[in-house]
């Protein structure tokens, strides 16, 4: 079974603080893709970073920075000198990708960022 | 990458009465999703929609309620059925574009409110 797991169901941080956004997953594939996505109130969901599994390089994308350990079957999200713009909900997301298999959303984790 | 078009983007219905909500993609693409969002919940799929085959429902939905139709390659409809107030919430489409997806693309939502 696959399962993704977002412990903070609220944070809170005052504008330009660091924040991360904690995901875990489980799952029996050996193929496997992460996701993250940022819904904000207007309701669209934006795609963010996809990780294959055999990928263990962390990555950085401005003030967005993605630390994926298998070990430990972690693909956390830091946003950096966070900013009004990024209050949104974010969610953490797997697909086995064995062939067109479905998204696996996570409950996701509502930013707000305080000026 | 893949342009979703989902009509309407928002409605309110009367108990009872049914809506279909059309996806329509500008590229071919062998899957579609679709998802429910009940309010202030995460992602739920409903049901995977394959051309030229019945689409596959996921736990706790059934065709009765969520009948879709997948005519052709770029085109699907999702029907909620005698819709009763729990029925409120943003059904959104999601295509796969070919067996690595890349990134699953969602289309802008539809905020159904059923009174």
């Known amino acids: 079974a696959q399962k993704v797991t977002q412990a903070q169901t609220e944070i809170s941080v005052v504008e330009k603080e660091d924040v991360t956004l904690d995901c875990v997953y489980e799952t029996r594939d050996t193929t496997y893709y992460l996701f993250w996505y940022k819904q904000p109130p207007s309701g669209e969901l934006v795609f963010l970073i996809r990780r294959n599994s055999f990928d263990e390089q962390n990555e950085i994308s401005g003030r967005y920075s993605w630390n994926f350990q298998k070990s430990t079957s972690s693909f956390n999200f830091t946003i950096t000198a966070s900013q009004v713009v990024d209050s949104a909900v974010y969610f953490c997301a797997l697909s086995a990708r064995t062939s067109y298999d479905k998204v696996i959303f996570g409950p996701g984790t509502s930013l707000s960022v305080i000026p | 990458s893949a342009v979703i078009s989902q009509k309407p983007s928002r409605d309110i219905c009367q108990r009872g009465t049914s809506l279909t909500i059309q996806c329509q993609v500008d590229?071919?693409?062998?899957?579609m999703f679709w998802y429910r969002q009940q309010p202030g919940q995460s992602l739920t799929l409903i049901a995977t929609?394959?051309?030229?085959?019945?689409?596959?429902?996921e736990s706790g939905f059934v065709i009765d309620k969520f009948p879709i139709s997948r005519p052709n390659l770029t085109f699907s409809t999702l029907t909620v059925s005698n819709m009763s107030p729990e029925d409120s919430s943003i059904y959104l489409c999601s295509v796969a574009l070919d067996t690595l997806n890349t990134e699953a693309f969602f289309g802008q939502g539809t905020r159904l409110t059923v009174v």
């Open positions: 929609a394959n051309q030229g085959s019945e689409a596959t429902y």
């Open positions: 590229s071919q693409v062998t899957m």
